[in-house]
């Protein structure tokens, strides 16, 4: 099982950016033109930070990170993403 766990972790790495743009637009499909608008200048930044995010899943898996271990990775990018915004 853990081979297959950690296959998975390399396929969410591999993919990763395909993954943020569609979480992207799915994000953004139920928003107006307008919101569109005001969001374009800050779409590729936006969809950098997703695959940043969605990379944090595929290391986990990949190298079995334990708890806390993964607790440290993910509070350590929402503080990072937080000084952005």
Excluded: C, S
């Excluded at 992207?24 to 499909?29: C, L, S």
């Excluded at 190298?63 to 440290?72: F, G």
């Amino acid at each position: 099982m853990k081979d297959e766990i950690g296959f998975l972790g390399d396929k969410i790495l591999e993919y990763r950016f395909e993954i943020a743009n569609e979480v992207h637009e799915n994000r953004i499909d139920d928003i107006t033109e307008e919101e569109k608008k005001q969001l374009a200048p800050f779409e590729v930044e936006l969809i950098n930070i997703r695959a940043h995010f969605i990379i944090l899943f595929g290391e986990v898996l990949r190298d079995y990170l334990n708890e806390e271990r993964a607790l440290q990775k993910f509070t350590q990018w929402g503080k990072e993403t937080e000084e952005m915004f």
